[in-house]
């Protein structure tokens, strides 16, 4: 499970003073997730989704909440966190920081269609560029610099073979450099689990907290690796033409993202690989939920070095 800080209801009763959103009528924990804690919070007036951050500090969450309310002031569907009386979007609760944003309508769809896909490339597109506009700056905190100091803490637990494939693909992006892409805010993990379709619609994107300033394509990359992906590993091209026209639509790519593609689709398996090997191997003493397989993006990766990459692109 996922609820790491306990808030009672009586708790909950005493915090919602402090808003303009009603009464506590129900308090219930989510147990999907793995970084922080989330409650589904109903209240007299509506439904809400209450977090409290069990990583993120007080100095480091203005980004992301922020870029939530600056999303959603442009029409992106996201969460937008409310504010309390005095005005604060941020506020301390059992010890830890936290928000409570509005409550978005759907479900996750785990098994998409090209439909499915199309209607992400679009909504990433839109979201790419009402980004242009938000003054805030993040790292990436799981970019080039994390993976390169992270692998080597992760070799010793892996089989020679697999331990090399991880370390020549560690030296194959560090001779890579995209200074000159598109860059601005980006979700960076826009997986399914991440995005709730209201029927056959988006209702909404979720769960900003890996969010960042980085390469428009990474995300883009990120985003297809997982929605597009097939169970052994492979992409699904007619799923991955779909998404990535819906983008090109509404942002077009330039020649220069076009000729990244490849080294862009290898980078983001890369990045989940890495970190779900982290995960296995060197757990938080906290941690509840079960490790995801890392196996997965090795076969997403092993499957882009083999590929042209052109096979996948619009």
Request: with cysteine; net charge negative; proline share 6%.
């Amino acid at each position: 499970m996922s609820v790491f800080t306990t808030v009672t209801p009586d708790e909950m009763s005493a915090r919602l003073k402090h808003y303009s959103i009603g009464s506590l009528v129900e308090l219930k924990g989510i147990l999907a997730g793995i970084e922080n804690t989330n409650y589904f919070l109903t209240t007299s007036h509506g439904r809400y989704v209450l977090t409290l951050f069990e990583r993120l500090t007080m100095q480091e969450l203005p980004f992301y909440i922020n870029l939530m309310s600056h999303l959603a002031r442009h029409g992106i569907a996201c969460p937008a966190p409310i504010a309390n009386l005095r005005n604060e979007l941020l506020t301390e609760l059992n010890g830890k920081p936290s928000v409570i944003a509005t409550r978005l309508a759907g479900e996750s769809v785990m098994e998409p269609n090209a439909n499915h896909c199309a209607q992400i490339g679009e909504i990433l597109a839109e979201m790419h560029l009402a980004g242009q506009t938000y003054e805030g700056r993040m790292k990436n905190l799981r970019g080039p610099e994390w993976w390169t100091s992270t692998a080597p803490e992760v070799y010793p637990f892996m089989a020679p073979a697999d331990a090399e494939l991880l370390r020549n693909e560690v030296h194959f992006q560090s001779q890579h450099r995209f200074d000159k892409l598109p860059v601005g805010a980006i979700h960076a993990d826009l997986f399914r689990d991440n995005v709730l379709f209201d029927g056959e619609r988006v209702g909404g994107l979720i769960d900003f907290y890996f969010a960042c300033n980085d390469v428009l394509l990474y995300d883009v990359a990120i985003t297809l690796n997982d929605w597009c992906v097939q169970d052994n590993g492979d992409i699904d091209p007619v799923r991955a033409h779909a998404m990535l026209q819906a983008y090109n639509a509404v942002r077009p790519f330039s020649d220069a993202e076009a000729n990244a593609w490849g080294v862009m689709l290898r980078a983001a398996a890369l990045r989940f690989w890495t970190s779900r090997l982290y995960d296995l191997h060197k757990p938080r003493p906290a941690e509840m939920n079960k490790p995801k397989d890392p196996a997965h993006f090795q076969r997403v990766l092993q499957h882009h070095i083999a590929r042209d990459p052109k096979t996948l692109w619009i």
